[in-house]
Structure formats: C-alpha cells, structure tokens
C-alpha cells in the first residue's frame, strides 16, 4: 500500500510553503513574501508518530487574471483529486477573502476530508480570531504558525485520523513493479505488450493514461506479478500530462507501491532530466531498477549503436551503475521476453540476505586489499559487518569512529560486496556505527 497523501491548498501568500517546509523537516519549497511564488507542485515525504505520508505543496489559487493563475489552479486541484486529506490553509492576519472563498467552493466538489488551519496564529490573543472561519463551512478550524511551529502537531494528528485504513497486502510471492519515464516513451504500450493484451489505453497523445491500473498476471513459468500503470494525471479535458509537472506524482505513487521499477527511455529522444529526477526518486526509495530502452526498432544502428546508447546511459546515471540495461521495442516485441525473468531476477537480488560469517570473510578480503584509511594518525577500525534488511539489502559495520568512514571508502567497499555476490538491479545500503 502507498503512503496516503496529504495536499496543502489554498490562495497566495497564506504560508502553503512555509507550513509544507515545517511538516517536511526541510527548507525544500521557495519561501518568499511574494504572492504566486509557488508555481509548481512541490513533494516531499514526511512521518508524523510512525505514520509515514506524502505531502504536497501547491501554488496559490487565485481569482485575479494575474499570469500563472490559471495553471497554479489547474495544479492545485489536480493535487486534491490525489491527495488523501487536504489542508486548506487561511491566515488569521487578513481574515476571510473572496480567494478563500474561492477555494472553499472547489472543497465543496470533493468528498475528501478538508481541515482548515489558521495560520500567523503567533500569539493567544489571536485565538479568539479563528471563529469567524466557521463561515467557510468547513469544519472546526485550528489555529496555527507555520513560522513558530505552534499547532502543527495537533494539526497532523487530526490529519492523520483521517488516513484510508491499511487494506490487505499483495501475496508476498507476488512481485509488484512499475514503468516510469516521461509521457509518450511508450509506457502504456509496453505494459501491453507485457500482458499480451489491451489493459490500457494507448495512444501517441500525451497524456492520454486517465487512471492507475494494476494488473496481476502468471507468466508459463509459474512466476506472478502484479503491474503498477503509471497512470497520467489528466482528468480533465483541459489538463495535459505535456509536461513534467502533470506526471510527477503518480509516478512517485507507483513507485512506492512497487518492488521493481523499470526507468523507461525513447531512444529516439535520448535522456532528458525529467529522466533522472524520477529514476533518483527511485534509487533514493531503494526500490529494485531496471533500465528500459524503448523504441530501439526505430534506431538506425551499426555494430556500435547499442554500445554507444549504454556509454551515454552510464554517464547520466551514474547513481545507477548497478541497474541492468534492457533495449527494447514495444512496437515489435523485441526483447520483451527478457523482461519478467530480469525483473524476477532484481526482485530476488532485492530480498538478498547474507549470513554474517560470509559477509565478514569479504569485508576482511576487502581490508587486506585496501588497508582502511587513517586521519590525523588514527586509522579506521573495522570490527564486524552484519545484514539488518532487505529490500534493499543494507548492511551495518561497527568501527572505531564513524567520523573516520570516508565516502570513497565506503563506495570500495559496495564494490566489493558488489563483486562477491549478485546485488544487480538494487542499491545497497552501508550504515557505520560506532562499537561501544
């Protein structure tokens, strides 16, 4: 199940960024003290008492013909149609406006929870200010500060009441996993091309992917997987999945809910950044990672095209030098029989464990090797090493000092776990902590 998410809505210049920033545990959304500054959707995960949640920040909606009013509105209610729970946030320095009435009008359409927190409530003798926004009709309000932090754990608690209940997990021999990439790659095509059927729309028009479709399937080998259709976000005929900021959270959604993801390239459009801002997400998730070149059919090739795309691949992703590579064609099925047993493959590498005696045998072969650094005369101890987790597998090694664990000596050290056993397709997680 995918982290419910909360959406932070409201017009310009309230504190939407400020607030998100708070919950965040972050400074990620531009603060300014200027009205519309906020113009796309912003993202971050967040916990609140052990309840993880996705959060977005949105830009202002507005009634004025100032630029960017309409898309910053388009964008905001694309965020409530996918959010969980949404936070409308008003300020208790200007009281009610038409704006918030505004934005009280498009709540209205939903049947998602709505709570309205006042914000600028920096002081008590403004708390008694807060009554008059009964009149947005939508609920009790909570007086809060974005900038002092004032009520911000009330408020999460309430929005955490609100959260769908956990419903009954996918059988764990099912292998979850996801197509992500930029719209028009070919990402509805290869899920069919995949099941063999047509599950989902496809069309060369972006954006034409309306919903999330999931879709279990057995392959002859007996193996089974569900997968996760990263679905646009177009459910409106005014709203186009043309630009990264219309395809951003559903594929963060799938992402999460996925095992595997296959990052999906045009190889007739090469690699954008868009490309790499989605696939980070996922080696940041720690999810499994295939990299799926589509369209190779319509590539005019000579015995070093192929060679020369993977050169270019491990140069812009270089974060993924641990991903497999797959060049495909959902056009003419080409390759596309590799895909199952390559992601059943990333999935079995992801649940990887290593018994303790093993792992030390490689973490001493790798010492004798490369002897550990030393800094200021007081050279890196390394004791012992033990697997905690899987998915990703992530190791912990106990030394002297954590201070003296260097980057590049931490990444030799992957290396070599990485040439000791088969952790293709995943990121591999070394933690260093301090022996007492």
């Not at 998100?20 to 200027?34: K, L, M, P, Q, Y």
């Not at 047993?341 to 290593?354: F, T, Y």
Request: charged share 30%; glycine share 6%.
């Amino acid at each position: 199940m995918s982290d419910p998410v909360v959406a932070i809505v409201g017009r310009p210049n309230v504190g939407k960024s400020t607030i998100f920033n708070r919950i965040a545990g972050e400074r990620i959304s531009i603060v300014e003290d200027t009205p519309g500054v906020t113009r796309d959707r912003i993202y971050a995960h967040s916990e609140w008492l052990g309840q993880r949640f996705s959060l977005i920040d949105t830009g202002g909606i507005d009634i004025s013909d100032e630029p960017f009013v309409t898309q910053i509105q388009e964008q905001a209610e694309i965020a409530i149609d996918e959010a969980d729970v949404i936070i409308l946030i008003v300020s208790i320095k200007e009281g009610i406006t038409d704006a918030d009435e505004k934005v009280a009008r498009i709540l209205y359409q939903t049947d998602k929870p709505v709570i309205v927190a006042v914000n600028k409530v920096d002081n008590p003798e403004l708390r008694g200010e807060i009554y008059d926004f009964y009149s947005l009709g939508l609920g009790d309000p909570l007086p809060i500060s974005g900038s002092h932090g004032i009520g911000i754990g009330d408020l999460l608690e309430k929005v955490c009441h609100y959260f769908p209940k956990e419903t009954e997990q996918t059988d764990n021999d099912t292998i979850n996993f996801s197509f992500i990439g930029r719209p028009n790659v070919g990402k509805s095509s290869l899920v069919n091309a995949v099941l063999g059927e047509n599950r989902v729309i496809v069309s060369n028009i972006e954006g034409t992917t309306r919903d999330a479709v999931d879709t279990p399937f057995e392959t002859k080998a007996g193996d089974q997987f569900t997968v996760i259709d990263t679905a646009g976000i177009r459910k409106r005929g005014k709203v186009y999945e043309n630009t990264e900021k219309y395809s951003v959270l559903r594929a963060l959604r799938a992402i999460d809910r996925s095992d595997v993801v296959l990052v999906v390239l045009d190889a007739g459009t090469g690699i954008r950044e868009q490309d790499k801002k989605v696939a980070g997400y996922a080696h940041e998730a720690g999810r499994g990672i295939i990299i799926v070149v589509n369209k190779w059919d319509l590539v005019k090739k000579d015995s070093y095209t192929m060679q020369g795309f993977e050169k270019m691949i491990r140069e812009e992703f270089q974060y993924l030098d641990y991903a497999p590579i797959v060049f495909v064609s959902a056009q003419t099925k080409q390759r596309l029989n590799q895909l199952p047993q390559e992601i059943k493959r990333v999935a079995e590498n992801q649940r990887r464990r290593i018994r303790s005696a093993v792992l030390n045998e490689v973490l001493m072969d790798a010492i004798a090797r490369n002897p550990t650094p030393t800094e200021n005369t007081k050279r890196l101890k390394i004791y012992y090493g033990t697997q905690v987790a899987v998915k990703p597998p992530t190791f912990v090694i106990f030394v002297n000092d954590t201070e003296l664990v260097h980057f590049s000596y931490e990444r030799y050290l992957r290396n070599r776990l990485r040439e000791s056993f088969d952790f293709s397709g995943t990121p591999l997680r070394l933690i260093a902590r301090r022996r007492k």
